[in-house]
C-alpha cells in the first residue's frame, strides 16, 4: 500500500530495534525494506540502518536514525483504537515494558521516547453520547487513570 502522506519516525538510534518491536506487536504489520548503508567514509557507518519502511496494521511507514539531534516530543503521538479491555491491558504492558513510561489519560512513552494514546473505543461513544451518563464526569475519571 502506498500512501500519499505517510508518517516518518526519526529515532536517535535505535530505529531498528523499534521497527521490529512494532511490527511484532500489532496484527496485519510487517517490514516492507531495510536499506543499510554500503560504503564507508559516511557520517554513518557501513551496515548500519539507513531507513526502513513497514506497516503497522496495514498503514506505511518510514524510520530511521537521525542522531542526537533527534527526539520524540508529546506533541505528537500514535493512537492504537481497542475493542476490548485486553487489548487495552496488552497494548499499555507491551508499550510500557523495559522502559517505557505511563502517563495520565491513555498516554504513554514507549522505551524508545514515542508517545502513544491507548483508547477504548468505547470512549469516544460514552464522551459524546448524552445517553450514556455524564461526560464530563467520564472526562475527569479517564485524567486521573494511568
Known sequence: MTDTVRPCLTFKDRAEEAVKFYVSLFPNSKILSITRVEADGGPIPKG????????????????????????????????????????VDRYWTKLTENGGEEGPCGWLKDRFGLSWQIVPEALGRMLSDPKSGDAEACMNAMLKMK
Do not use: H, P, W
Open 48 to 87: 548500519k540502518l539507513l531507513n526502513a519502511t513497514f506497516e503497522l496494521d496495514g498503514r506505511e511507514y518510514l524510520a530511521f536514525d537521525g542522531g542526537d539531534n533527534f527526539f520524540f516530543t508529546d506533541g505528537i503521538s500514535l493512537m492504537v483504537n481497542c475493542k476490548t479491555q485486553a487489548e
